[in-house]
């Protein structure tokens, strides 16, 4: 597509629900990365693809969330049992090489 | 392990007046360095980015940013601040010779344009 696309824009869950966030990024891109933002706060990396495999997953908070993807299109990122410091904008970026595009993000909001 | 601060968590400046966002990174390997900024309710749009090539990096919308090592900066500035230009701004890192490595982002700086 013509940019990284993210759904749903916005999700809200009650606390203890499972929740899966979408990332399309652009065609041909190789790289994918997920940042999450709090309310206030810098980008905090998550997890980053090459292809299919996710040679760092480093930024993963807990055991809770997990990501995939299938080949080098679209991912997913999941998250068991929400809780509510959960709550954020969760930001897919995809790349070829250095220089990211940013999708618009999925505001995710735990009650 | 590669870093980012960003000086000043808000900024505001009269409208016609300089802008100044201040970076510093730090990084034990030659870095890509970029500028994005954030409008309400949007994702991350690249302003400008550093790749070893110009010291000095000019961006979309006026904006223009110095890569100083010496200095270990990388302060993003604009001769006359609009309106339109209150935004979130983030400085980023990058591991030049490390391939897709992920980007190390500052926490941001708010921009706000005053009339």
């Known amino acids: 597509g013509a940019g990284v696309s993210q759904s749903p824009s916005n999700k809200v869950t009650e606390k203890g629900k499972d929740v899966e966030l979408r990332c399309d990024p652009i065609?041909?891109?190789?790289?994918l990365y997920w940042y999450r933002q709090r309310l206030g706060q810098g980008l905090e990396f998550l997890i980053y693809f090459q292809g299919n495999s996710a040679p760092d997953k480093s930024g993963l908070p807990s055991d809770r969330f997990s990501a995939e993807r299938t080949g080098e299109s679209v991912s997913t990122l999941t998250i068991q049992r929400t809780q509510q410091e959960d709550s954020a904008v969760y930001l897919c970026?995809?790349?070829?090489?250095?220089?990211?595009?940013f999708g618009s993000g999925t505001r995710l909001t735990v009650v | 392990a590669q870093s980012v601060t960003q000086l000043g968590s808000h900024v505001s400046v009269s409208e016609g007046a300089l802008v100044l966002l201040r970076c510093n990174y730090s990084?034990?390997?030659?870095?890509?360095l970029f500028w994005y900024v954030q409008y309400p309710n949007q994702g991350l749009q690249l302003l400008l980015k550093y790749t070893s090539t110009a010291t000095l990096v000019k961006g979309i919308n006026g904006f223009e940013a110095e890569f100083k090592k010496s200095e270990t900066s990388f302060h993003l500035t604009k001769p006359s601040a609009h309106m339109s230009d209150a935004a979130e701004y983030f400085c980023a890192v990058s591991d030049r010779d490390s391939g897709n490595t992920p980007l190390v982002f500052g926490k941001g700086t708010r921009l706000s344009v005053i009339a």
């Open positions: 065609s041909g891109h190789t790289a």
């Open positions: 990084s034990s390997v030659p870095p890509y």
């Open positions: 970026a995809s790349s070829p090489a250095r220089g990211y595009t």
